[in-house]
Structures are given as C-alpha cells and as structure tokens.
C-alpha cells in the first residue's frame, strides 16, 4: 500500500497570503489528522476529520481550517498568513484494528513564510 | 496537567548498547492507546510500537520494547543494541480511546555514539 502524501512538500509565502496544503491517506484509512510542528512549540495537534466530518479541534485561530472530500482526501487552509506560521505541517492517517489504532504520518509541508 | 510527559530532552548511546527512553501519561479514561514515535533529520515521523491499555504483556517489536507499568502511568521505550541509525528524535503519544485526538509529548533526542 502507498503511504500517506502530502503535497506540497515545500511552500514560500508571504505575509497576509493564505495557503491550502493537501493530504491523501492510506488506502481504506477513513482519519486524517493534521499537526504543526515548530522547534518552539513543538508537535501540536490541529484538527482530525473522519467520513467528512471534523471530529477533533485543536487550539488554534480560524485562520486554520481544514476539510475532507469522500475519498479521505484531506486540506487544510491557512488564511492571512504571518510569520509565527512558518512550520512543518504534518498529516497523518489511522485505521481502527481491533482496540488499536495507528496513525501513519506523511513526510510534511515545510512552509515558510516571509 | 499535561497528558504526555518526556522528561529527557537528549540522550545519548553507545552503539551496541541498550537504552531507556521515559515517558509517563495523564488519563482518567480507562481505554487508551500509547505510541512511540521516531523523527528523524528528514522531518517524517515513524510508527514504532503500540500499546492497548488492556494489554496484558509489553508490546515488543523487533528492537523495540515498551515497559508498560499501567499502575504507574509509565510506558518507557526501550531500543536494544543500538544503531547509528536510531540517532533521531523520539516521541511518545497517547490516544484516550477511538474518536479522541493524539496528544504527544516534547520528544527525547537520541544520538547514538560510535
């Protein structure tokens, strides 16, 4: 099976920009969750959709909002960009398996923004 | 309180040799999931063991281990004969039961010394 995917893999932006980062799945994995990590504050949970639905919300602005079409696929938005928002964005993906449940992680989005 | 608790922040191995890696949890739920994770330079977080609260044994893979003390909210990590290869960052994660979100910890650094 293919793992999780994340494109793009590497964004510059500026300032005020907004920026839709994408996330595809595992095959058959119905979650998708989606972390920043910054060398400040570390690996922070953003939010997780399962079947289209946002299930689980971090504590972030709504500058950050995310979706997830039918097939898992899943995006996330951030709008008016600033600086503090420059980090590797994570997507992971998880299928329940008896009382476990795994999340597998894509290679992330580095952005940058100047 | 925080939930995921990584008290050392860098660690460091002689190859060949084995070593502990701690980290405690916070749960009042009775059904939760802790995982180990490994990052590495590259930036993608790997999958590399899980442990059920209900599981009666330590989950064990390959040269990973998980001291699972349940009564102490402990689930140490335990790389045996170490490689040079495992010089990485290494988080600890929970999950309190299917629907809820991931919470990890800071992560420990482990440089393995030829």
């Known amino acids: 099976k293919a793992g999780v995917t994340q494109t793009p893999r590497y964004l510059i932006k500026t300032r005020g920009q907004q920026v839709t980062l994408s996330c595809s799945p595992i095959?058959?994995?119905?979650?998708v969750s989606w972390y920043q990590q910054t060398p400040g504050q570390g690996l922070q949970f953003l939010f997780e959709?399962?079947?289209?639905?946002?299930?689980n919300k971090g504590n972030f602005p709504g500058r950050f909002s995310g979706r997830q079409f039918s097939n898992s696929r899943s995006e996330m938005n951030v709008s008016t960009l600033e600086l503090g928002d420059s980090a590797l964005y994570l997507c992971?993906?998880?299928?329940?398996?008896?009382?476990?449940?795994?999340?597998?992680f894509g290679p992330g989005t580095r952005l940058l923004v100047l | 309180a925080q939930k995921i608790t990584q008290t050392q922040p860098g660690m460091f191995v002689q190859e060949k040799e084995a070593v502990t890696l701690d980290c405690t949890y916070d749960?009042?739920?009775?059904?939760?999931?802790l995982f180990w994770y490994k990052q590495p330079s590259s930036g993608e977080m790997i999958f590399l063991i899980y442990?059920?609260?209900?599981?009666?044994q330590n989950a064990t893979e390959g040269r990973y281990s998980l001291n699972f003390q349940k009564a102490r909210k402990s689930a140490n990590l335990v790389i045996s004969a170490s490689q040079l290869g495992d010089s990485a960052m290494y988080f600890c994660a929970m999950r309190e039961g299917p629907g809820n979100q991931f919470y990890f910890g800071t992560g420990t650094s482990l440089t393995v010394i030829p």
């Open positions: 959709y399962f079947s289209e639905t946002q299930r």
């Open positions: 095959s058959g994995h119905r979650s």
């Open positions: 992971a993906s998880s299928l329940r398996q008896g009382r476990g449940e795994t999340q597998y």
């Open positions: 442990q059920g609260s209900y599981d009666q």
């Open positions: 749960t009042s739920d009775p059904s939760y999931g």
